[in-house]
Each structure stands twice: as C-alpha cells, then as structure tokens.
C-alpha cells in the first residue's frame, strides 16, 4: 500500500523520500554537518515522505533528537510524511515521547493493518512448497 502511494506521487512527477529510519539514523550518525543540513532540506522540500520501519531502531536522546528535526521539517513544510511502525500510537509514545508522536498523529490518518508478519509467512510457505506433499 505504501508503495502504491509512492508510485502514484512519481507517476505525477513529484518527488518522493523513501528511507528506512534504521538506515537514515545510521546515515545520520556519520554525516558531515553539511550532509545532515542536506537531508534536513530533502525532508522538507519532498513532495512525500516515507519512513519505513519506525520503532525499529534503538531509541536514545540523539536519534530522538534527529528524529525530531526531521519530522518537524515535514510540519512546518505542510508535507505528507507516511510512517510504517510495528507498534500503536501509544507504544510509540512511549519510546519516542509526546512531542514527536502529537505531531505524527496531526499529520496523519493511523491505518491498522491486522495480521501476521507476511515475511515469515511467505518464508513458512515456501518451506511447506520445498518439502513436498
């Protein structure tokens, strides 16, 4: 769903910012002070956003810091910012705080996708296909 998103913002020429939050706080730690002011634009001046997998990364004073630069970017920008996170709004809460989470809920709409994880799902199943009937 969040692909198709994506596509349907580049099918109509405007840019769009995918990054795993992993990935970009990794990113971030070892960046040149002209870099992260890059990326800070970038978040801003994106027609979308996308952060996949938030949650998924070790929450400490620096990466909720940076985090929060980067969404605050996206506020004051007035730009649609799409989150994936294995977790609810409150369990968020809890491991990034109030401020950060308010804003992300302002912005967006919370779509619950019930289910379990298709990754391993998939993987069970082409075990079951690989050892036969």
Same mark, same amino acid.
């Given at each position: 769903?969040?692909?198709?998103?994506?596509?349907?913002?580049?099918?109509?020429?405007?840019?769009?910012?995918?990054?795993?939050?992993?990935?970009?706080?990794?990113? $971030?730690?070892?960046?040149?002070?002209?870099?992260?002011?890059?990326? $800070?634009?970038?978040?801003?001046?994106?027609?979308?956003?996308?952060?996949?997998?938030?949650?998924?990364?070790?929450?400490?004073?620096?990466?909720?810091?940076? $985090?929060?630069?980067?969404?605050?970017?996206?506020?004051?920008?007035?730009?649609?910012?799409?989150?994936?996170?294995?977790?609810?709004?409150? *369990?968020?809460?809890?491991?990034?705080?109030?401020?950060?989470?308010?804003?992300?809920?302002?912005?967006?709409?919370?779509?619950?996708?019930?289910?379990?994880?298709?990754?391993? *799902?998939?993987?069970?199943?082409?075990?079951?296909?690989?050892?036969?009937?």
């Amino acid at each position: 769903m969040v692909r198709g998103v994506g596509h349907r913002f580049l099918a109509r020429r405007q840019t769009v910012l995918y990054a795993s939050i992993p990935y970009l706080l990794e990113r $971030l730690r070892s960046a040149s002070t002209a870099e992260v002011s890059e990326i $800070l634009t970038l978040h801003g001046r994106a027609d979308l956003v996308i952060w996949d997998d938030l949650g998924a990364e070790r929450p400490t004073d620096w990466t909720r810091d940076r $985090l929060y630069l980067l969404l605050d970017a996206r506020y004051e920008a007035e730009q649609p910012l799409i989150a994936t996170a294995n977790g609810s709004p409150s *369990q968020l809460e809890e491991r990034w705080g109030s401020r950060m989470v308010s804003r992300l809920l302002e912005m967006a709409a919370i779509w619950e996708v019930a289910g379990g994880d298709y990754r391993l *799902q998939t993987a069970q199943h082409r075990l079951r296909a690989a050892s036969g009937p």
